[in-house]
C-alpha cells in the first residue's frame, strides 16, 4: 500500500497538465487504499498570493480528490531542509559556489567543458579559504552546493523502465539561502513516509539528483512512477498561453467538474468519451501497469468537452 502525495506549486490555478497528474497520484495511491498527501512547494517563490493554496485545493477537491491530514506548506518546514543541509555540511559533502548562471552556461559551453550535458563544471569546488574570502569582499553572492556523484545513479521507475543519471554537483540552498527543490523534495517525501511518488515525466531528470541527496542523507527514498506531460498545441508543456486551460477556466465555459474528470479520465484510458464517472468508479479500475505512455496533446481552443458524441 505505497503512500503517495501530490505537490503542486501554488503559483496559480492548476490546469488541466496539473490536474490530470494529480489524479494519476491519487489513484495510484487510493486504488491501493493507502493515504494520499496534499504538499505545496512554495520556498522558492518569492511571495505567493495566499489565495492560491485555497484555490488549487479546491480545484482538487471540485473533481473528487481528498487527502488526509492537513495540507502542508513547505515554508513552514524550514528547519527540517537547515537540518538537512547543516547534516550535509558537517559531513564535508559541501562547498560554497559564487559562479552566475551565466558563468556556468559559458564554462559548459567551452571546449573541455564537463561531461555531464549543461552540469556544473566545478568552477568552484577548489576555491582557497582566500578565493572565498576574495569573492566574498567583491560581494558576490553564493549558492551551497553537494559534491555529484562519480558513478551513475541507476533506478527503476515504475512507469518508465530502469532509468540512468549522471549526478553534477547539486544546489543544496539558493543564492537567497532558500532550500533548494531536490534537497527539500525528498527531505519532505522521507518524512512525510511517502512510498510512491508519482509526478510528471519532466522531472525524471532530478529524481537521481534526489537519489544521489537520499544517499548522502541516509534516507531511504520512495519509488517513483513518472507519468506523461499534457502539452499545448505547439508540444510544449500546457500553460496559460494556450487558452482556457485551468479548472476554472473551464468551469467559465460552461463546462462542469464531472466533464472535466471524464476527460480526463478518457485521456488515462479509464473512460469511454463523455461517459460519467466518479473517482470512486476510476479508483476500481484503474491498472498502473496500463497508463499511457506518450504526453497528452491539449488544444484548448477547439476543446469542448460538453459536445455530445456523434
Ligand atoms: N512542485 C512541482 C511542480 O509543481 C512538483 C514536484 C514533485 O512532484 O516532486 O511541478
Known amino acids: 500500500m505505497p503512500s503517495g502525495r501530490f505537490a503542486p506549486s501554488p503559483t496559480g490555478r492548476l490546469h488541466l497538465g496539473n490536474l490530470r497528474t494529480a489524479l494519476v497520484a491519487w489513484l495510484f495511491a487510493r486504488h491501493d487504499e493507502a493515504s494520499f498527501m496534499l504538499r505545496f512547494e512554495d520556498l522558492d517563490m518569492a511571495s505567493v498570493r495566499a489565495e492560491h ?163 548522502l542523507l541516509d534516507l531511504t527514498p520512495p519509488a517513483y512512477a513518472h507519468v506523461p506531460l499534457v502539452l499545448g498545441p505547439t508540444g510544449a508543456r500546457l500553460a496559460k498561453r494556450d487558452g482556457a486551460v485551468t479548472l476554472a477556466d473551464r468551469l467559465a465555459l460552461g463546462e462542469s467538474p464531472a466533464e472535466v474528470l471524464s476527460f480526463l479520465a478518457g485521456s488515462l484510458g479509464l473512460a469511454e468519451e463523455r461517459e460519467p464517472v466518479s473517482v470512486e468508479t476510476l479508483r476500481n479500475r484503474f491498472d498502473p501497469t496500463r497508463l499511457p505512455t506518450a504526453a497528452l496533446i491539449v488544444d484548448p481552443e477547439t476543446l469542448d468537452l460538453r459536445r455530445h458524441r456523434s
Open 53 to 215: 493554496y485555497r484555490t488549487q485545493a479546491d480545484d482538487l477537491r471540485r473533481l473528487g480528490l481528498d487527502w488526509d491530514g492537513d495540507m502542508v506548506r513547505q515554508s513552514d518546514r524550514r528547519a527540517l531542509y537547515d537540518d538537512a543541509i547543516g547534516r550535509l555540511q558537517r559531513a564535508g559533502l559541501t562547498y560554497r559556489c559564487y559562479c552566475s548562471r551565466r558563468e556556468i552556461q559559458e564554462a559548459t559551453r567551452a571546449p573541455n567543458g564537463p561531461s555531464v550535458e549543461g552540469g556544473y563544471p566545478g568552477t568552484c569546488r577548489a576555491l582557497t579559504d582566500g578565493d572565498r574570502a576574495e569573492r566574498e569582499a567583491q560581494g558576490r553572492r553564493s549558492s551551497l552546493r553537494v559534491r555529484g556523484s562519480d558513478e551513475p545513479i541507476e533506478f527503476v521507475d515504475l512507469r518508465c523502465g530502469p532509468v540512468a543519471g549522471v549526478v553534477d554537483d547539486v544546489v543544496i540552498q539558493r543564492f537567497d539561502g532558500t532550500p533548494a527543490y531536490n534537497l527539500a523534495v525528498i527531505v519532505d517525501d522521507v518524512a512525510q513516509g511517502i512510498e510512491l511518488v508519482v509526478r510528471a515525466d519532466d522531472l525524471l531528470d532530478s529524481t537521481p539528483r534526489q537519489l544521489h541527496l537520499a544517499r
